[in-house]
């Protein structure tokens, strides 16, 4: 009886469905319900980046027509219910995988090249767009209209809010797939050299974040802040090459 409790408890099922076998595949695959949890996760966490962008970019475009106070305080307001959201999502997923350490991996291979293939696309569809706002933001310079700085800007910065969201939630999912590697990281055989990496490539695109607003914000230079981000993802580059390859 005890070892039945213990299978119970392994398969989260109860003892009659584990006795009469009426289990479902789905329940056997995923009982944690790891896939809605992760999906949820990726939305949130995408949400309150593209929140915290989606203000900036707001600010862009009423630069000169609005108090700065008012698009300053705006911008906090929506930094904090951004900051709030994540640090609640992440206390959430740190609840969940102490809960459920292990995952099995009921995902199958035509799911993830499915997968695979969207988040190819995604990517290269979000660098295009980047490109896209610098080619436009280019062109406008060379024209004279009213607004011209604002709407020039602000277009910018759309491109690159759409472009950093499906970056974030592409790579969330990404992640999602990647359940072995969510195993090892609870059984202590995750590599150390990829935690460094996660920890420091996250501090220098928030770096760069920082250095982005402080001078868009302080110098007005959001047209040529934007350099900051591909040497961001440079130096993450750099720091998967140095690091990415030891283990603990």
């Not at 995902?107 to 290269?124: D, K, V």
């Not at 920890?199 to 250095?211: C, E, P, R, Y």
């Not at 580059?237 to 990415?244: H, L, P």
Request: net charge negative; proline share 1%.
């Amino acid at each position: 009886m005890e070892k039945l409790l213990i299978i119970c408890d392994m398969f989260h099922c109860d003892m009659d469905s584990l006795v009469k076998g009426d289990l479902t595949l789905e329940d056997q695959a995923d009982a944690a319900g790891y896939d809605r949890f992760m999906n949820g996760f990726s939305y949130r966490i995408t949400g309150s980046i593209t929140l915290i962008l989606a203000a900036v970019t707001l600010m862009a475009f009423l630069d000169g027509l609005v108090h700065e106070d008012i698009l300053a305080v705006f911008l906090i307001a929506a930094a904090g219910v951004a900051v709030a959201v994540m640090i609640v999502s992440g206390i959430n997923k740190e609840a969940f995988e102490k809960k459920y350490p292990h995952i099995q991996d009921f995902y199958s291979e035509e799911e993830r090249s499915g997968f695979t293939r969207r988040f190819g696309i995604a990517i290269a569809a979000a660098v295009c767009l980047i490109l896209f706002g610098i080619c436009v933001n280019i062109a406008v310079d060379s024209m004279s209209f009213p607004l011209k700085e604002q709407l020039s800007g602000g277009f910018f910065l759309v491109c690159v809010t759409v472009a950093v969201g499906m970056f974030v939630y592409f790579g969330l999912q990404k992640e999602k797939y990647e359940v072995e590697e969510y195993n090892k990281r609870h059984d202590g055989s995750r590599e150390k050299g990829n935690a460094i990496v996660g920890k420091a490539s996250g501090v220098i695109m928030l770096l760069a974040t920082a250095v982005f607003l402080y001078f868009g914000l302080v110098w007005d230079m959001f047209r040529s802040a934007w350099i900051v981000y591909p040497i961001g993802g440079i130096l993450c580059a750099v720091v998967a090459v140095i690091w990415g390859d030891k283990k603990g």
